[in-house]
């Protein structure tokens, strides 16, 4: 092998220019059928969710706490409190988490796969970096490539943070409306499209997808392609010895044809 092609370099590391040690998304239906079929090396590094604790504390109510004196049944939070949690304070209550609302963060950051794509890490100290994990439900990462898979670095400091990781599919302009008319041509072919997504999910053990259509779709397929998504999420496709993957699977139809 070429000493560029080689797993390792001669000093012991990883070497970060070999393909096989970056993250990359996937660009037509052809890659997603065959991405299994060679899966990524760094598969074996990814972790598996932590879950969060069953309650968690509502940053309102830290406001209130503060600033008795006010009505913030509307207004923002504190910048000063927002976030942050003096253990030292007077108690507070405990919500159950089931109960409250989820906080989603995307990452949409310059189409992506940048620093955070080397699965060896980066010396770029000016490389984005999130910290409030505490405070975030679902962590989704973006770009405006036909499939976005999570970079192993994301997937692994969100489940250790016991966050959700989704990736992104999403199809856009005429080429996003040929897609959805291939797919939606033939159950099988959304029903193959949907257990492909499935798999390299749970490959790479994260926790699904967000689906973002911003293209035309034909009248004729919408109530199908409604009745394929409820398949795709409710289905045995994404059940694994009786218990539930975990699908989040957030959409939206730009306009119909």
Known sequence: MSEKHSQVSHSGEIDVDDDRFLCKPLDSLKEVAEFLKNP???????VELKPHSEYAIRNMDIVRQNHPEENYEVQVEYPETFCH???NQEEVGRHKRKDLP???VCHDMANGYHDDSKVNGTSNFD???FYNWAVVDVFCYFSHHFVTIPPLGWINVAHAHGVKVIGTVI????EGSAIWEKLLA????WQGFAAALVSIAKTLKFDGWLLNIENKVSVSSHNFFKLSLNEATDGDSLRDKGKSFHSLTEWKVKDLA
Not at 40 to 46: D, I, Q, T, V
């Open 102 to 104: 989820q906080t989603l």
């Open 186 to 189: 033939e159950p099988e072919e």
């Open 40 to 46: 990524p090396a760094w598969r074996s590094l990814c």
């Open 85 to 87: 949690f003096d253990p």
């Open 171 to 174: 199809t856009e302009w005429a």
């Open 127 to 129: 490389a984005y970096t």
